[in-house]
Structure formats: structure tokens, C-alpha cells
């Protein structure tokens, strides 16, 4: 290293502030190569292209720009936007096995407890929980696993009240509509039809999104295969 800074002092002026320039292009040229490898990737995702998505994947660029696990995790959030349900349970198994740094971790294990509730899958539910569970991780983090795992999987009555105290303090509009659809989803368990009535349409008014509208308005109107 001091070697190298004596070189550097060499170095005339000019030639340095050359060879900062170039160094400055060369990484702005592969960051863009980077940035349009990974629109074109999420291109061919959004058309359903999932052979596509991989070509680019093993592609010259894609090889340099994603590797490892970053490719497998890549590659799982290509399969479950598009549902390739065999795929994604390649994938589960193969990254079970590596290691990942803690956000890595935590995102994948949300991710396959997200999924395992979509699929109405108990027993792969619990093993993400479980996965969560296992190292300390921010009580942020276990706090919304448990209530997925508890109310989703395990159709519990035990986060009411920290919902409702959650809903009072968030200025998230989202996040206020998530947390009364939970507690009306919870008043269903327990067979309360007149409170489950009343969160369903604080969640209704709390989140003006015509999707979410679409969901509760449904339930209102009878259709309580989403509140089971």
C-alpha cells in the first residue's frame, strides 16, 4: 500500500486526473449495463417471459452482475410473481442450503411464510416462521411473522388489541387498512359478525385503493372465502 501511494505521487498530474476519469467511466458504463440487464430481466417477467428472464440471467452481463445467491434470489422473485409453484419449491430447497447475510435471510423467510399463506400451506408456513424465529432479528420483524403466522396459518384470536393499538398510531393509510382487516379477520374466528362488520369497513374507509376496495367490498357483500 505505501508502495503503491509513492507510485502514485509519480504520477504526473495530467495522466492521474486521466486515469481518475476513465476509472469514473468505466464504472458508470457497467452500473448502466448493470441497470438495463435488470430492466430487461423485470421486462420479461411482466410479459409472463420466464424463459426469457433466464436467458438473461445466464447471459454474458447477467452472469457478471448477478451471482450466487443474488441470482437464486432473483430468480425466486421471477417465480413467484409468475406462480411457477415447482420452481419456487426448487428454489426454497436450494436456498435453505446457503448461507445468507441477515437482510437476505429475513427477506427470503418472510417471503416463503407470505407465500406458504397464499398457497394455504400449514406445514412450509411453520418452517418460515420457525426460520425467523431462529436467530434474534428485529422485533419489528417477528412481531408482523408472528401475527401472519398466528391469524393466517393459525387462525388466532391474540393480536387484537396490539392491532388496534397499531391502527391508532400509524398515519400510513396502508398500513391502518392491513391492520383493521386483521382484527376483523380475528372477530370472524371468534364468530363476532357485528365487529367483524365494523373493522371491515374501517378498513374499507382507511385505504382508497381501488383493489383493496374491490377485496373488502366483496366480503361485505357476502363473500367470506377471504376472511378464512
Given at each position: 500500500?505505501?508502495?503503491?501511494?509513492?507510485?502514485?505521487?509519480?504520477?504526473?498530474?495530467?495522466?492521474?486526473?486521466?486515469?481518475?476519469?476513465?476509472?469514473?467511466?468505466?464504472?458508470?458504463?457497467?452500473?448502466?449495463?448493470?441497470?438495463?440487464?435488470?430492466?430487461?430481466?423485470?421486462?420479461?417477467?411482466?410479459?409472463?417471459?420466464?424463459?426469457?428472464?433466464?436467458?438473461?440471467?445466464?447471459?454474458?452481463?447477467?452472469?457478471?452482475?448477478?451471482?450466487?445467491?443474488?441470482?437464486?434470489?432473483?430468480?425466486?422473485?421471477?417465480?413467484?410473481?409468475?406462480?411457477?409453484?415447482?420452481?419456487?419449491?426448487?428454489?426454497?430447497?436450494?436456498?435453505?442450503?446457503?448461507?445468507?447475510?441477515?437482510?437476505?435471510?429475513?427477506?427470503?423467510?418472510?417471503?416463503?411464510?407470505?407465500?406458504?399463506?397464499?398457497?394455504?400451506?400449514?406445514?412450509?408456513?411453520?418452517?418460515?416462521?420457525?426460520?425467523?424465529?431462529?436467530?434474534?432479528?428485529?422485533?419489528?420483524?417477528?412481531?408482523?411473522?408472528?401475527?401472519?403466522?398466528?391469524?393466517?396459518?393459525?387462525?388466532?384470536?391474540?393480536?387484537?388489541?396490539?392491532?388496534?393499538n397499531f391502527a391508532?398510531?400509524?398515519?400510513?393509510?396502508?398500513s391502518r387498512a392491513?391492520?383493521?382487516?386483521?382484527?376483523?379477520?380475528?372477530?370472524?374466528?371468534?364468530?363476532?359478525?357485528?365487529?367483524?362488520?365494523?373493522?371491515?369497513?374501517?378498513?374499507?374507509?382507511?385505504?382508497?385503493?381501488?383493489?383493496w376496495q374491490k377485496?373488502?367490498?366483496?366480503?361485505?357483500?357476502?363473500?367470506?372465502?377471504?376472511?378464512?
Amino acid at each position: 500500500m505505501v508502495n503503491n501511494m509513492k507510485n502514485m505521487k509519480n504520477i504526473p498530474l495530467f495522466i492521474l486526473l486521466v486515469i481518475i476519469i476513465i476509472l469514473a467511466i468505466t464504472a458508470d458504463y457497467f452500473a448502466l449495463r448493470r441497470k438495463r440487464c435488470r430492466r430487461q430481466m423485470e421486462q420479461c417477467v411482466a410479459a409472463g417471459d420466464y424463459a426469457g428472464f433466464c436467458a438473461l440471467l445466464e447471459s454474458k452481463d447477467g452472469k457478471r452482475f448477478f451471482k450466487g445467491t443474488d441470482a437464486l434470489l432473483m430468480k425466486l422473485d421471477a417465480c413467484l410473481q409468475l406462480s411457477r409453484h415447482e420452481d419456487i419449491r426448487a428454489l426454497f430447497a436450494q436456498l435453505d442450503e446457503v448461507r445468507l447475510p441477515r437482510g437476505g435471510y429475513i427477506n427470503y423467510n418472510m417471503k416463503k411464510l407470505a407465500y406458504a399463506i397464499d398457497i394455504k400451506d400449514a406445514s412450509l408456513a411453520e418452517a418460515a416462521w420457525r426460520a425467523l424465529h431462529k436467530f434474534r432479528q428485529s422485533r419489528y420483524v417477528l412481531r408482523e411473522a408472528d401475527q401472519l403466522y398466528d391469524i393466517y396459518v393459525c387462525h388466532k384470536s391474540n393480536h387484537i388489541d396490539e392491532l388496534k393499538n397499531f391502527a391508532g398510531k400509524t398515519k400510513n393509510p396502508s398500513s391502518r387498512a392491513m391492520a383493521f382487516f386483521r382484527i376483523a379477520k380475528q372477530y370472524h374466528y371468534l364468530g363476532d359478525a357485528d365487529r367483524r362488520t365494523e373493522y371491515l369497513l374501517k378498513a374499507k374507509g382507511a385505504y382508497n385503493d381501488p383493489t383493496w376496495q374491490k377485496i373488502i367490498g366483496d366480503i361485505l357483500a357476502g363473500d367470506l372465502s377471504r376472511l378464512e
